[in-house]
């Protein structure tokens, strides 16, 4: 089968691999259709994750149908449709009878990461029944991709963890996908206000177009002063990160209110300066989170009800043996215009 490999920073290849085949009764080996590439994969690309070591295949996000099934696998069978969570879960274990799946003792965030992933042709999937969710005939498969990770990531390490509530007043530090994905899930609640705050106005365009009530670009408008003006002074009820640098969480320290919540969502490399000089007084709450996927069964649902739209991150689409276009297209999002892509194995 072909795959796309990594071969150690800034070098990736489509290239020829053995079909992966069944290593434990509870695995499944999945044929993919449709997956997606995803800002932690050009992370990987970058060095910053060591533990990826080369020759492996990356990708954690797609559907697929069911190939193959270990003698242990009872939940799916050979020709099943099956969305593939990133997360990969025994259900067993100590934290994922706790529902923390991305500390699963024999799991947890390993695809494309530890273990081959999703952008090939196939993938084999440890504890398949915990990790696969059926498809619900007649949908949208391509818009469940964005169900792999970045829906469950947004909605619960930003607003689940925010503790968003009806009439708060919500800002989103970044309009990437995964910001947008918080903003399309924040909006379950009711908040009364959400301000996305970005540097890019194509990005910020998309993100009114999705719901949110402000956008300011902090290129040219200074987003402590704006936030504070449209919130009487007080700030925000929840802060979300979704970016991850030290820049935008000390903004998110600046622009939570007495009592409010930052959830952070951002992959942090560097360290970052805690204000606990003005913020150890103001009642606040700082969360953090792997995203677990418990919420996938619920956000399927939302999407089987239109009470949720995915379809709307999707921007570009490609042959999966394109891969390296597509990669190229995501990595200059910017230039491109682009959120998430697509990529069809045909
Ligand atoms: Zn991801
Ligand atoms: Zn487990």
């Given amino acids: 089968m072909k795959a796309l490999v990594y071969h150690g920073p800034g070098q990736k290849a489509w290239e020829e ?3 992966p085949a069944i290593l434990k009764s509870t695995d499944a080996v999945v044929k993919v259709f449709k997956t ?45 449709h099956v969305l593939i969570s990133c997360i990969t879960s025994c259900g067993k274990c100590e ?13 947890g965030w390993i695809l494309g990461h530890l273990i081959d992933g999703t952008q090939a ?43 968003v509530k009806p009439g708060d007043t919500v800002v989103i530090v970044g309009s990437g996908p995964i910001g947008l994905a918080a903003l399309l899930t924040v909006q379950f609640y009711s908040p009364a206000e959400i ?8 990005r910020l365009d998309v993100a009114r177009r999705f719901g949110a009530t402000q956008t300011i670009n902090s290129a040219h408008t200074d987003p402590i002063a704006k936030v504070m003006s449209l919130t009487g002074k ?26 409010g919540r930052i959830a952070n ?7 970052v300066v805690l204000h606990l000089e003005t913020l150890w007084s103001q009642n606040i709450t700082i969360t953090t989170r792997l995203v ?55």
Avoid: W
């Avoid at 196939?122 to 990770?149: F, T």
């Fill in 36 to 80: 997606t590439i995803c800002g932690t994969d050009l992370h990987i690309l970058k060095g910053d994750t060591p533990e990826v070591t080369p020759g492996r295949i990356l990708g954690h996000e797609g559907v697929g149908i069911v190939e193959e099934t270990g003698s242990g696998v009872t939940a799916f069978k050979k020709g099943d």
């Fill in 265 to 271: 969502i951002g992959v942090h490399g560097k360290s």
């Fill in 17 to 19: 691999k053995p079909k």
């Fill in 292 to 346: 677990d996927t418990v919420t996938t069964p619920m956000l399927l649902k939302t999407v089987q009800s239109k009470k949720l739209d995915p379809q709307r991150l999707i921007t570009h689409r490609f042959k999966l043996s394109d891969i390296v276009r597509a990669y190229d297209t995501f990595q200059h999002a910017d230039r491109e215009k682009a959120l998430k892509v697509i990529l069809t194995n045909e």
């Fill in 121 to 163: 042709e196939y993938v084999r999937i440890p504890h398949a029944d915990n990790s696969l969710y059926r498809i619900p005939e007649g949908s949208d498969e391509e818009a469940l991709v964005m169900l792999s990770d970045i829906l469950p990531t947004g909605f619960e390490c930003g607003v689940l963890n925010g503790q």
């Fill in 234 to 259: 007080k700030g925000a009820d929840t802060v979300i990160e979704a970016v991850g640098t030290p820049a935008t969480f000390e903004l998110c320290e600046s622009l939570v209110a007495p009592g």
């Fill in 195 to 202: 301000i996305m705050i970005d540097l890019d106005d194509n």
């Fill in 95 to 107: 934290y994922c009878k706790k529902g923390m799946y991305s500390h699963c003792e024999d799991g």
